[in-house]
């Protein structure tokens, strides 16, 4: 009999709500995650000490891991840590490199990871690869997709608004990606899947076309639920191609490039994928983003995160090497830095009229 279904790697629970990191043993007991309590936490040292201070009280069994960078060499020392000690699962409880930490080291240990968020900087809360500096620069590790995915929007709200601003950059860069993944199917005939095509644009959609802000609930229950249906969504295509286009290869370019420069993730790629956009002649779409990401705080011009016209042409000049292999719009048009500075002078015009 063929096979009519396919499982798909996703949590056992996704809490998103006001004071869900209340009872988070509860949660974790609930769902079998540990029913002993016995739990290794991954915090930073600073946030982090303060959310184990309101914690640790209802969490006896639990013990603390304080990680102080994004980098392998830190996720594979916590993987040491916390080996043969008999943890239910390893929790990440912080930002996006806590995250990556977390899970690069449950995995390494065998145990399945819970993921607590702090903020919603980017996508890679939920999904199946863990990012981390290496002495090469930055390399992406697969790994198991987090058991529970739990997102307190009381925290959030505390979170620097930066932080949150740049999950909205990646989320709407969703539509970008998803536009290069379509570009691709039809002149290579790259296979598109057409679920993890529907989760990803539907998130970006969903955060672009919603008249909220940061400050609101509504909002950032919309902009944290696109960011784990875009993990998901990574889960279901094996790879980070319904996230990540042109758009993300522009914001490899900024961190290859000028590495003690570049902006943050969201920001950066935001910023792609409006160019994209206007690269691939979508310029209602790319109008909509520019606005979108200008009502909420974000930046939409090169200068505005400190870098000169000719510093980001040569950026986008740079784009395609940084994911060999991917097809985008920028492997499709195969532009002249020429071409990409009357490109670039042709978008700012557009979005400054
Ligand atoms: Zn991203």
Redesign the pocket.
């Known amino acids: 009999m063929p096979v009519l279904t396919r499982l798909i790697p996703s949590p056992v629970v996704v809490d998103i709500s006001r004071g869900a990191m209340d009872d988070l043993a509860g949660l974790l007991a609930d769902q079998r995650i540990s029913a002993s309590g016995k739990l290794a936490f991954a915090i930073s040292g600073g946030s982090g000490q303060k959310l184990r201070e309101k914690l640790a009280p209802d969490l006896p069994g639990a013990d603390w891991y304080e990680v102080c960078d994004g980098t392998l060499d830190s996720a594979v020392k916590l993987a040491d840590d916390i080996k043969g000690k008999r943890y239910d699962a390893v929790v990440g409880l912080g930002g996006g490199k806590i995250i990556d930490v977390a899970k690069y080291a449950a995995a390494r240990v065998g145990l399945p990871m819970a993921a607590v968020a702090t903020n919603l900087s980017?996508?890679g809360l939920c999904s199946p690869v863990s990012i981390l500096d290496n002495d090469n620069g930055r390399g992406s590790y697969g790994v198991p997709t987090p058991i529970a995915m739990v997102i307190d929007l009381d925290v959030i709200r505390d979170a620097p608004a930066r932080f949150v601003r740049s999950g909205i950059g990646?989320a709407i860069?969703n539509i970008s990606a998803i536009a290069d993944w379509e570009l691709s199917h039809e002149i290579t005939g790259e296979p598109v899947d057409g679920l993890a095509a529907a989760m990803a644009r539907t998130a970006g959609e969903s955060v672009l076309r919603h008249p909220g802000g940061v400050g609101d609930d509504d909002f950032i229950t919309v902009l944290a639920e696109g960011l784990v249906l875009s993990g998901i969504a990574m889960s279901i295509s094996g790879d980070s191609r319904p996230?990540?286009g042109a758009c993300?290869e522009i914001s490899h370019a900024f961190d290859l490039l000028y590495p003690k420069r570049a902006a943050s993730?969201g920001e950066q790629?935001g910023i792609g994928a409006a160019f994209a956009m206007h690269l691939r002649g979508a310029s209602e779409q790319s109008g909509l983003f520019t606005e979108v990401l200008r009502r909420h705080g974000l930046p939409v011009l090169p200068e505005e995160i400190g870098f000169t016209v000719e510093e980001f042409v040569r950026a986008v000049a740079y784009a395609p090497q940084t994911r060999p292999g991917r097809f985008t719009i920028l492997e499709h048009l195969d532009l002249s830095t020429d071409q990409i500075r009357d490109a670039y002078a042709d978008y700012a015009k557009t979005i400054r009229s």
Do not use: E, G, K, N
């Open positions: 980017h996508d990646d860069s996230s990540s993300h993730h790629v």
